[in-house]
């Protein structure tokens, strides 16, 4: 009923930077908040980042002044830009979507892409 595809996964060295998408598809009426969370080998799952449909922005502490969420309404897309990476960012990195179809309201997950930030 509703997809959320991410993409801009990749391996890159200490301090490179990447560029995470995520476009929701499917029978869509309008999406509240999009985010994008993570999970390390051994962790849980986190929240990395969330906007809101007006572009109000949350951020974890370990991100800050390094990563920066944007979203297209338009496009039904959300983006994060990784900069300064570390490789403690090393993750699946999921993105998030509450969304409101014609029937209900619900989140949903994408698939998940792997960052991997090594020497």
């Known amino acids: 009923q509703v997809q959320l595809v991410e993409s801009g996964g990749g391996l890159v060295q200490p301090g490179g930077s990447l560029r995470l998408s995520c476009v929701a598809s499917?029978?869509?009426?309008?999406?509240?908040?999009m985010g994008w969370y993570r999970q390390a080998p051994g962790k849980q799952r986190e929240l990395v980042a969330q906007?809101?449909?007006?572009?109000?922005?949350n951020y974890a502490d370990s991100v800050k002044g390094r990563f920066t969420i944007a979203r297209d309404n338009a496009k039904n897309t959300v983006y994060l830009q990784m900069n300064s990476l570390k490789t403690e960012d090393t993750a699946v990195y999921y993105c998030?979507?509450?969304?409101?179809?014609?029937?209900?309201?619900?989140?949903?997950w994408g698939q998940g892409t792997q960052v991997t930030v090594s020497s």
């Open positions: 499917g029978r869509i009426f309008s999406i509240d908040a």
């Open positions: 998030n979507a509450r969304v409101r179809t014609y029937a209900s309201i619900g989140d949903y």
């Open positions: 906007i809101t449909n007006i572009g109000s922005t």
